[in-house]
Structures are given as C-alpha cells and as structure tokens.
C-alpha cells in the first residue's frame, strides 16, 4: 500500500517548451501532495506543497508562474514546468502523505528526470 | 533552508561491518525521519523517530535521537553490498501536513 507513482520518468524537452509531470497516489487519498527538485549528487529542495481544491503553496524562490501546480483530485498533482530552459534540468520527485495511515512519512514517487535541451 | 545535516557526507565501509550516519539540526522538531535513494530514484522511507523517543529499531537499522544535542544517528548493521545508496535525514517542525526538511545526505558505499 501507499504507492506514488510519476510520469513520465524522464523526459526531453526543447527550450521554450512546457513539461507536464504527473504524479498520483495509487491506494490512498492525498489531499497534500510535495514537489522537490533534486539536482546531481544534492539534497531534495521542496519547491511547493499542493493541496487538493486549493492554491498551491510555494517555498521562497520558487516561481508560481513558471512551475504551475494543479491538485484536481485527491489523487493526481501536476507539475508543469513552463517555457523550461536548461536550467530547469533535474530531477523532479513528489510525495504524499496518507492521511488514513495516521502516519507523517511521506510516500515518494520515483522521480521524473527533466532534461532541457 | 537546510535543517539535517548529516556526516560524514560520504562513508564507504566493507560487507558485514556497521555504518553509522549522523544528523544534526538547528530548530526543534516533531520527528525526525531517515530515507534512503538509490542512484536515480525515489526515496524510500526507513524509519521515524519522534520528538519524545530516544531510540527507535527496525530490523538491522538503529535510530537514536538527542534532543538536547538536535542530532541522530542511523546504524545500519551487518551491512550488505545492496545497502548501497544515499541516506538522508529529514525534520518534521509540526507535524500533520508539515513539509520536510531534508540534510545534504550521506553517500554510503558497501564493499563486497
């Protein structure tokens, strides 16, 4: 149980481009769901955390405008990377917490690797 | 901004021996949680430890948490070539729907 899955899991995209990155709690409901960005050999950075029905919430220096987050159901957040440059290359991971388990661990998918060419 | 933050930030140790990875951080906490990541993937949960537990087993893994101190230490026992991976340290300030604050993590290799 408490499977988060993402798609696609890597991905090409020209400059200037939009990415759209999915992520979905397969078992369970999340009506919080976290985006994090891992760049090479470095920690998780958390980009915003999304709630379901709501705005999303977004950590300093993380722009709303160019990484669009929508939590359309209790299960399924996208990422949706706008006119991406190769910048923006990395690895992009999201979680989910279970609040029916009563747990704090947060449930990761296996990460979508962007590459911004 | 970083709140884990583990040492040393890359141990390689030989199969059968014990690695032990600490985390120190700066604020208080609710728990504290230890994930591992294998090369390009996703975290994997290990264990949690809260605010008001000193030590915490799952398996061959050992968690120990000085409040006092702000630090924990994971030990992996009888390592084993498959427990190769990064092992990162994240802290919970609340609780319920909290965000996670995860250290720079720690490189661990396992030498058969």
């Known amino acids: 149980g408490a499977v988060v899955s993402q798609h696609p899991s890597w991905v090409i995209c020209k400059s200037g481009t939009s990415v759209k990155i999915e992520c979905r709690s397969l078992?369970?409901?999340?009506?919080?769901m976290f985006w994090y960005r891992q760049f090479p050999k470095q920690s998780l950075m958390l980009m915003a955390t999304?709630?379901?029905?709501?705005?999303?919430?977004?950590e300093q220096g993380v722009e709303k405008d160019k990484f669009l987050i929508n939590h359309a159901s209790l299960t399924l957040s996208t990422l949706t990377v706008t006119s991406a440059h190769p910048e923006d290359s990395s690895f992009y991971i999201c979680?989910?917490?279970?609040?029916?388990?009563?747990?704090?661990?947060?449930?990761f998918g296996p990460g979508t690797r962007l590459t911004v060419t | 901004s970083q709140q884990g933050e583990e040492d040393p930030q890359a141990l390689s140790i030989q199969e059968g021996e014990n690695a032990t990875m600490n985390c120190s951080y700066k604020?208080?906490?609710?728990?504290l949680q230890w994930y591992r990541q294998n090369s390009g993937r996703g975290l994997v949960h290990l264990i949690l430890?809260?605010?008001?537990?000193r030590e915490k087993h799952s398996g061959r893994l050992r968690v120990t948490l000085d409040t006092s101190k702000k630090s924990s230490s994971l030990l992996i026992t009888a390592s084993r070539a498959a427990d190769t991976a990064s092992y990162f340290c994240?802290?919970?300030?609340?609780?319920?729907?909290?965000?996670?604050?995860f250290g720079k993590g720690i490189t661990l290799s396992v030498r058969p």
């Open positions: 979680s989910a917490r279970d609040p029916g388990r009563n747990s704090y661990e947060q449930y």
């Open positions: 078992d369970f409901q999340a009506t919080t």
């Open positions: 999304s709630n379901e029905g709501s705005k999303a919430t977004y």
């Open positions: 604020t208080s906490i609710n728990n």
């Open positions: 430890i809260r605010s008001n537990e």
């Open positions: 994240a802290t919970d300030h609340t609780g319920a729907n909290s965000k996670l604050t």
